[in-house]
């Protein structure tokens, strides 16, 4: 339809032409003396047309020429820019499939051009890192240090490869840099509690999981664990005092508290340091929350003296808890053992064998073993006594 629309148009336009031109009687005369040249109207249009076509193109052509070295400086900078691109590219694609050195080699092309050059040296810091190549690695980062466009992707970039490198030291210094910035996302607290781990900063690896587990990042095994370790370094190291110890458990959130692998630990430590009594409320107020045999060991642990009335209200806590949680060995083993310290013998007996009826551990066979025969062997039962340090030596070598 467009080219019979121009069809039509240029056969009106010559009709026209030829019409103007045939009813032309125009003549137009140049004298220059001794010179008279006469043409007419319709010749001298078409004459000065050709003149306009032929000084058009000439000046076409001169400009052409003129700006010759400016369109092949053009095109080799769009070749050179499609080259790089390729090349980022094509690094891109072999980063992820793992090829690090064919990724390294094109991310070197990628880099001829600058707008390509700060990433494509994160892509080469990456491949090279893979490659185990930290001079080169450093290298490529070096080049990206004073883009400040890639100072959080430079940033990040370093932390992770540093953590992957079990190098702490240097990766809490890129994240002290992105806090610095400002920058607290997801990500980065991720890489930081990473670095933190392995610096064994374990306050500041707690901080950084209760922040994580508010925006839902962390899966809740992960959360658990992380703390477990936190708190198992914490409470274990041995450089505590008991005012130390009291100081370090007063900052323990509630919630934490309850969990049965801090509360083992922490009455463990407490215990360690002769602090019973806050040992036994750890404990109990654990076992409140969540009943869990491992925390039932460390109430154990915590017995009062002898003829106390601490002492004789723990047998009464764990006769009711084992009302609650019958056939539980380690409870049984831990009343049987509360009985002894008190001397009652008969009931110390009767829970020590039930912890032996129930037990699946060897742990507790044999420290019911143990139990037994120091309980017949106070009572001058020598032979029975005697059975019983048999049986728990087999356990031990079991």
Not at 85 to 97: D, V
Not at 169 to 190: D, P, T, Y
Not at 231 to 238: F, K, N, T
Request: aromatic share 6%.
């Amino acid at each position: 339809m467009r080219l019979l629309l121009w069809l039509v148009a240029l056969m009106a336009t010559a009709i026209g032409i030829a019409v103007t031109a045939r009813f032309n009687p125009g003549n137009v005369v140049f004298f220059y003396p001794p010179h008279r040249i006469d043409l007419s109207l319709n010749l001298f249009v078409v004459l000065a047309a050709l003149l306009f076509l032929v000084l058009y193109l000439l000046a076409r052509a001169v400009r052409a020429t003129l700006g010759m070295p400016e369109r092949v400086a053009e095109y080799r900078l769009r070749k050179r820019e499609r080259e790089a691109n390729r090349g980022l590219r094509e690094a891109l694609k072999a980063l992820f499939e793992g090829r690090f050195g064919h990724a390294e080699k094109a991310a070197k092309r990628a880099a001829e051009l600058p707008d390509n050059a700060g990433l494509a040296a994160l892509i080469g810091a990456r491949a090279a890192h893979r490659m185990r190549e930290p001079a080169r690695r450093d290298a490529w980062l070096a080049g990206t240090v004073h883009d400040q466009s890639l100072k959080t992707a430079r940033l990040m970039t370093v932390t992770e490869l540093l953590v992957d490198e079990h190098k702490p030291e240097g990766a809490l210094e890129a994240v002290l840099e992105l806090n610095a910035s400002g920058q607290r996302h997801i990500h980065a607290l991720q890489w930081a509690m990473k670095a933190n781990q392995q610096a064994r900063n374990w306050p500041e690896v707690l901080r950084l999981v209760r922040t994580l587990d508010k925006r839902n990042a962390l899966h809740p095994a992960l959360s658990n664990r992380l703390r477990e370790m936190a708190y198992e370094a914490l409470l274990s190291e041995g450089g505590h005092d008991a005012e130390s110890l009291r100081r370090l458990w007063s900052t323990v959130p509630n919630a934490d508290r309850c969990k049965p692998y801090i509360a083992a630990r922490a009455a463990t430590a407490f215990n360690a340091r002769g602090l019973h009594d806050e040992a036994r409320v750890i404990v109990e107020d654990a076992l409140k929350a969540e009943w869990d045999e491992r925390v039932v060991r460390a109430y154990r642990e915590a017995a009062g003296p002898e003829g106390s009335a601490t002492l004789l209200a723990q047998i009464e806590k764990c006769e009711a808890w084992l009302r609650a949680h019958p056939g539980d060995a380690e409870l049984a083993l831990t009343l049987g053992a509360l009985c002894l310290r008190q001397k009652l013998w008969g009931k110390a007996q009767r829970y020590l064998e039930q912890a032996l009826l129930d037990a699946s551990n060897p742990d507790h066979v044999r420290e019911a073993h143990l139990k037994l025969a120091q309980l017949h062997e106070a009572l001058g039962q020598q032979e029975e006594a005697n059975r019983h340090f048999r049986q728990c030596a087999l356990a031990a070598v079991l």
